[in-house]
């Protein structure tokens, strides 16, 4: 990989090493040297201790003392909570657009970014991960709560670790776009009650699946709107 511009090194360090954890290319439990990340970036090792410690702040990797840096294994209780703060957060978010003035026009931007994510189903991991956050981060702004969105955001870092232990094939299932569009119609229905039972049962059911799959790798994940087999 070629060398990296002296403009921004920690930031550009950062979002490379972010890219390759959230795509699995670092693996949950990887050890990160920073004698091989200077060599193979052609850095400094001080900035490569600057790019480690924030992605240690962000949730991304652990530090041990005299051990080292290793990409973060969230546990399945760590899966649990993120999925039940999601459900809140994304809850209420949902809940404050369907009460809005302007609800209509915001389930239909909502529904067009499902149009989107069903046109990138054959596109790189990483760029439907980013698709599915689109829609998310949008229903969080949508809320027209700042703090909610703020939240959600720093959330979102931990959702990289999930997505980097487990990999392609368990997490893309969970991304389809019709589980998205039980987003919206739920949102249209405009019943505050029907809305968080909604999304409660959508994060319980990919925390449920993401967990089986970490116990067993073998296992197929399905989306919440994915008809049961035969």
């Not at 909604?198 to 993401?210: C, E, G, K, P």
Request: aromatic share 4%.
């Amino acid at each position: 990989m070629s060398a990296l511009e002296r403009r921004t090194l920690r930031e550009q360090l950062v979002d490379m090493l972010r890219a390759e954890i959230a795509s699995g290319a670092l693996g949950a439990g990887r050890p990160l040297v920073e004698t091989a990340l200077s060599a193979r970036f052609q850095v400094s090792r001080g900035t490569v201790r600057e790019a480690l410690r924030e992605l240690h702040e962000q949730g991304l990797v652990v530090q041990q003392p005299r051990t080292g840096t290793f990409v973060r294994q969230l546990s399945a209780d760590e899966v649990t909570g993120i999925y039940d703060v999601r459900a809140a957060l994304e809850g209420r978010a949902a809940m404050a657009i369907a009460r809005s003035r302007q609800w209509e026009e915001r389930a239909d931007r909502l529904e067009h970014l499902v149009d989107v994510m069903h046109r990138a189903r054959h596109e790189p991991f990483l760029e439907r991960i980013r698709v599915d956050l689109d829609f998310h981060r949008a229903m969080c702004r949508l809320s027209g709560n700042e703090t909610l969105a703020r939240s959600w955001e720093h959330l979102m870092t931990q959702m990289v670790s999930v997505h980097s232990g487990l990999g392609e094939s368990l997490v893309l299932p969970l991304m389809s776009a019709d589980d998205h569009l039980v987003f919206v119609d739920a949102i249209r229905s405009r019943d505050a009650a029907f809305i968080q039972r909604t999304i409660d049962r959508v994060m319980a059911h990919s925390a449920t699946q993401l967990i089986a799959a970490m116990h067993d790798p073998d296992r197929e994940t399905t989306g919440y709107a994915t008809p049961p087999g035969p």
